[in-house]
């Protein structure tokens, strides 16, 4: 019989309140808290060190301008010089995947949970994770949302206050609510 985490991971629906799972979102708030009210000061070699253990599937030189807030962290991976600015919430019960050379603006929401829509299922607490994806190359407007299970492809810009709800092709930018594609890049 699978854990509740181990569901979790395979994207299956899940119990949240689990032991295990409340265990690795205890064991990152403390650490979200310390990097969140660091204060501007900190050398940038500490904070390498704080994101580590915040983001450990994201290399070293990832900048994430605090605050910032996920639910387990180990969910998220990042490629070479990626960006992170102030207020930026990552739900990260499922897998969220951020490319390289990516830039996300402040306040941008990135969603990689659901839960069902019948309100009797939804009583029972169950939840899963559906996959992000942003590729490399992207600019991430201020106060966008990406919601669960979208793909954002390779050199795409998300205008700021978009709602993406749909996977976004290659090349594109994407603006409004929903988000919807207003200009081909190539």
Known sequence: MKSEKEKMLAGEPFQPWDAELDRDRAFLQPRLHRFNTKGPVLPLCDTEDQLAEILPNCP??????????CDYGYNITCGERVFINYNCTILDVGRVRIGSNVLIGPNVQIYAVSHPMDAEERRRGEEWGEDVAIGDDCWIGGGAVICP????????????????????????VVAGNPARVIRRLR
């Open 149 to 172: 299970g979208v793909t954002v492809g390779a050199r795409c810009i998300v205008g700021a206050g978009a709602v993406v709800t749909k996977d976004v092709p290659d090349d594109t």
């Open 60 to 69: 070293r030189g990832t900048r994430v301008r605090p605050p910032f807030y």
